[in-house]
């Protein structure tokens, strides 16, 4: 793949881009110009009813988000938080039973969602990070790497997590806060499909995009190669 044809669509600076109008226009790098045959196999997934169900209801979930669509010209006005659409878009899918893989530091958090879905009529089953207590020196962790030096720590398991959830035949699992990592886990074994409530960020109270509104400001040193200088105390690698 030449490096004109990569997709980065995240650079792109047309004002009237080809993805979104019909007579709009893209970069040498745009996917929608020139990646016609993989889009075209990507259509012809969603000719698979299950898939077109999924994605036609998660569509129309999309669309119910904003209020007043019908005046033009149109002013975006979203009114449903997030934890409102997984409510809404599980009963479109008729989904019963909803997993909740969650972080033991949201707890607080994972009992209100459980909370919420059980009184909108759903199925709870939900599992946290710690569940088997496993010791993290079965994955070669050492004890200068815990977080817990020196005393006993079990690890996150995501795969447990999943396979839990399995095993229960969940429909529809969300994932409160679980590790960068941890969660592409969960996602690889979870049989059923997955969406998000909350991404962890320890610092700026589950807001990671927070960073990045403030990465020519306050976050500047993202911008910068090696990101943060090593932790006070740790030893400098050769």
Known sequence: MGKKTIPMCAICAVSHRACT???GEGPAFCPTEN????????NREYEKPEVRKFARMASIQEGECYANRHIKPYVSHPVKPRVQEVCEFAKKMGFQRLGIAFCEGLFKEARALAEILTVQGFEVVSVVCKVGRTPKEVLGIKEEEKILIGE?????????????????KTDFNVVVGLCVGHDSLFFKYSDAP???LVAKDRVLGHNPVAALYTSGSYYARLLRPG???????AEKKP
């Open 21 to 23: 109008e019909e007579d």
């Open 35 to 42: 990646k016609r045959e993989i889009i075209e196999k990507a």
């Open 152 to 168: 006993f720590e079990p690890m996150c398991s995501p795969i447990a997590q999943a396979m839990v959830l399995n095993d229960a």
């Open 194 to 196: 997955v969406t998000v």
């Open 227 to 233: 990101i943060d200088p090593p932790e006070e105390g």
